[in-house]
């Protein structure tokens, strides 16, 4: 399997610009996981959904970040509108059940 | 209140030495356990876990891990440090074993020639 895939890889945009960060999970997983990385705050788990439906957003920072699973080898992280302390390293991870949890490489998100 | 502290923020020791990596956690029943590596760039590894039964959990890369109930700990350890296993270091806990994942703030090693 090729792993969890991200993209894009890097992102730079500017303020008040919508950004959507791609995720495709491993081929039969089905809990996939949104998590942010900044120097400030560490790794913080944004979202999670388990086939397909959301199970718990309260990591979402507020209403300008939505996710969406619209079937079970896609997910999108949207920001609209973004803003520069959004700029972070965005993860995507899947599992099987409680089985080990592999990560995506990351979409580094520069907001100028 | 819940939490997984990491102590050492940064780390350093000379390649060929030992190496133990802090993790404690605060949660009241044993959660599953994990160390991940990131290197530079790079997504997150897993270098390995403990779910339940043997206390000393080997993982790859030669690490190991040993929870100890008493002190709501589970350290990381390597007998002797390459120079590529500089990077960053996460514990993680699963308090409710549901693949919900929190994570410590991340030890950085540094590798000394």
């Known amino acids: 399997d090729a792993g969890v895939i991200q993209s894009p890889r890097h992102e730079v945009t500017e303020m008040g610009q919508e950004v959507t960060l791609r995720c495709k999970p491993i081929?039969?997983?089905?809990?996939l996981f949104w998590y942010r990385q900044t120097m400030m705050r560490g790794l913080e788990l944004l979202i999670y959904?388990?086939?397909?439906?959301?199970?718990?957003d309260s990591g979402m920072p507020e209403d300008r970040f939505s996710a969406k699973m619209p079937n079970a080898s896609f997910s999108t992280l949207k920001i609209q509108p973004s803003e520069p302390r959004d700029s972070a390293v965005y993860f995507c991870?899947?599992?099987?059940?409680?089985?080990?949890?592999?990560f995506g490489p990351g979409t580094r998100l520069t907001v100028l | 209140a819940q939490s997984v502290t990491q102590p050492d923020i940064h780390i350093t020791v000379s390649e060929g030495a030992s190496l133990e990596l802090r993790c404690n956690y605060s949660?009241?029943?044993?959660?599953?356990l994990f160390w991940y590596v990131q290197s530079p760039g790079q997504g997150l590894q897993l270098l390995l876990k403990?779910?339940?039964?043997?206390?000393l959990v080997q993982g790859i890369k030669g690490f190991e891990a040993e929870f100890k109930r008493s002190q709501s700990s589970f350290n990381l350890r390597k007998p002797s440090v390459h120079w590529s296993d500089a990077a960053e270091y996460f514990c993680?806990?699963?308090?409710?074993?549901?693949?919900?994942?929190?994570f410590g703030q991340g030890t950085t090693l540094q590798v000394k020639p």
């Open positions: 959904f388990n086939n397909n439906v959301p199970i718990d």
């Open positions: 993680a806990v699963d308090p409710s074993n549901t693949g919900k994942l929190i």
């Open positions: 949660y009241g029943a044993t959660p599953y």
């Open positions: 081929s039969g997983h089905d809990y």
């Open positions: 403990y779910f339940s039964g043997d206390t």
């Open positions: 991870a899947s599992n099987l059940g409680s089985d080990t949890q592999y």
